[in-house]
Nanobody
Framework: QVQLVESGGGLVQVGGSLRLSCAASGRTFSRNAMGWFRQAPGKEREFVAAISWSATSTRYADSVKGRFTISRDNAKNTVYLQMNNLKPEDTAVYYC?????????????????WGQGTQVTVSS
């Protein structure tokens, strides 16, 4: 079992930046690929970014490429999402997820463990 706790969300103006963190506890963190998803009001949850256990492979949704960066620190059992040049359409609850394999995934069904989410609001 892996427990995930997100932090770092908040209110930011258009063009601003935020860094989300996801602290993991439980079974060995470094063997899990990790991902970030988001869900805006009235919309389905969608993939944002993912990183392999070794951090050698990353994937991004087209909507965030060039603006968001996913990274991880296995020594701290933490995965990060650096979000730059934020837009109103980035407003959502952001969820951290872990999967029981080292390979990145982009589907909700790829992931086995989920955090409770952190709210990101971008004001125009």
């Amino acid at each position: 079992q892996v427990q995930l706790v997100e932090s770092g969300g908040g209110l930011v103006q258009v063009g601003g930046s935020l860094r989300l963190s996801c602290a993991a506890s439980g079974r060995t963190f470094s063997r899990n690929a990790m991902g970030w998803f988001r869900q805006a009001p009235g919309k389905e949850r969608e993939f944002v970014a993912a990183i392999s256990w070794s951090a050698t492979s990353t994937r991004y949704a087209d909507s965030v490429k060039g603006r968001f960066t996913i990274s991880r620190d296995n020594a701290k059992n933490t995965v990060y999402l650096q979000m730059n040049n934020l837009k109103p359409e980035d407003t959502a609850v952001y969820y951290c997820a872990a999967r029981r394999t080292v390979v990145v995934g982009i589907l909700i069904s790829d992931y086995d463990y989920w955090g409770q989410g952190t709210q990101v609001t971008v004001s125009s």
